[in-house]
């Protein structure tokens, strides 16, 4: 305990100095959602991640885990490079080659490559694919107040609860410190005016995390709901990139076209409201993986059920609005 409580007060200690080198740097970035006119925000503020996980490795670390400590490099090298790109601009190619090669350490650390087959080799290219994916869509769907802070906190505290009360996937004390920085980011993000937004250094760590979390659990438990987890962010941010694909929209510049991002733009709906409903869903999604995991419910019919009633909800919602707003 004693060490979580230095952990929480270090980390809030750096998240102020942070947003003061900030605003004198003007480290910021134009935001214009439910405004008429451009806001500049402080970016970056998910920066805390970077020293909550050598705090964890200070505190917690068992050096015994190897596993453990190539899946820490990999986060941190994503983490790195993401506020690199929150200085300066990086290349999509880039950024997405440095994604791959993050992967590929942690994968080979846990020994995915070990054997060969056709099955683990698809497995594999799924789980590329999967991680790397929501990491970027974890990313785009950064834009709103709260929105961040409250999916990753619902996330964590999710994976805590299943590791500790169900069935043990991953280290306890790691999901714990990310989640004590994802409480002190949230302090300064989840207000009417916030001080800060998570920066790619923050959106992208978190989303990296999540999705290596769910593969983890997945592998323990052998039942698909567990990409439940992923829900919420994977229906808004895939579906809209793949409505982009199809309006021949480059995916990597920036847009209007999530839900939430029509909801504040067009409807002028409170950010927070937006977020806090997001979560809300989320935290559904959640206690029904809880529940199965608890259970030993595991059927890849009721994932497929799921997931196609959510996809034929988003795109009905999502198609009155365009509707309503002649778009």
Known sequence: MLAHIIVFTVLFIIEVIYLKYASVKSIQENTNIGSKSLVKSITGGGIIFIPAIFLFLLFFYDET???LGYYILSTLIVAFISFIDDLKPLSPHIRLAIHFIAVTIAFFGYGCFSSFSISIFFLIIASYILTIGYTNIY??????????????LCSYITFYLINNHVIQFTNSNLIMVLTIATIVFGYFNFRKKPKCFAGDVGSITIGFTIAFFTLKLFVATKNPLVFLILGIYSLDGGWTILERLYRKENIFKAHLRHLY???ANQFKISHLIISSVYALLQVVLNILVYCAIKNNYNDVTGFVIISICLSLIY???????YKRIKI
Request: net charge positive; glycine share 8%.
């Open 65 to 67: 885990n190897s596993k």
């Open 261 to 263: 991002e029509l909801l």
């Open 139 to 152: 990313n785009f769907m950064d834009g709103i107040n709260g929105m961040t802070f409250l999916n990753a």
């Open 315 to 321: 795109i009905f919602t999502k198609k009155r609005i």
